[in-house]
């Protein structure tokens, strides 16, 4: 519950207020940087279903097509749940190494699938303009929600948030 409960605020934070808030002109992927920090911290069984919770709430709020968020933040979390057995003995600092990382792969597969789906765009600009740009920021974001995860995480144990 607790950890919906966090998916859902997030995703309506993302999706009403952080877009009056931007870096040169990057908005912060708040649910994508949620999913990456507790699937590196959790593992496998939870990061399946941070990401296609989160994805499911940002497509819901989303005018793009329902699936795209699922699947690529389904596959980021996946990864980062793969990679964190190794990444959690670096603890905070990992996020650094892991959020570029997780957000260039999370965009070049959102902007696939759309495009497999028929939209239309120009990938040498999206790379530099969208993709490159939103890496650095929420890698920049990663350790601020890194910290509150971490106290949330170490609190819990050994409970979980999956319900």
Do not use: C, K
């Not at 966090?6 to 009403?16: E, R």
């Not at 870096?23 to 994508?32: A, C, I, N, Q, S």
């Not at 902007?111 to 993709?131: E, S, T």
């Amino acid at each position: 519950m607790t950890g919906t409960l966090i998916l859902l605020v997030s995703a309506t934070l993302q999706s009403s207020v952080l877009p009056r808030v931007s870096v040169f002109g990057v908005h912060v992927d708040l649910v994508l940087v949620l999913v990456m920090v507790w699937s590196v911290r959790r593992g496998f069984d939870e990061a399946t279903v941070w990401g296609l919770v989160g994805g499911g709430l940002v497509d819901l709020y989303s005018a793009g097509p329902f699936g795209v968020n699922v699947l690529a933040l389904g596959v980021v979390a996946v990864l980062a749940a793969a990679a964190g057995s190794a990444l959690r003995q670096a603890r905070g600092l990992v996020l650094l190494a892991y959020s570029p990382f997780g957000t260039i792969v999370y965009e070049l597969l959102a902007l696939f699938i759309l495009q497999n789906l028929g939209w239309r765009f120009d990938w040498p600009a999206m790379v530099a303009l969208v993709v490159l740009p939103a890496a650095i920021v929420n890698t920049v974001v990663a350790p601020l929600v890194y910290w509150p995860l971490r106290a949330l995480d170490e609190r819990l144990q050994p409970q979980t948030l999956l319900g």
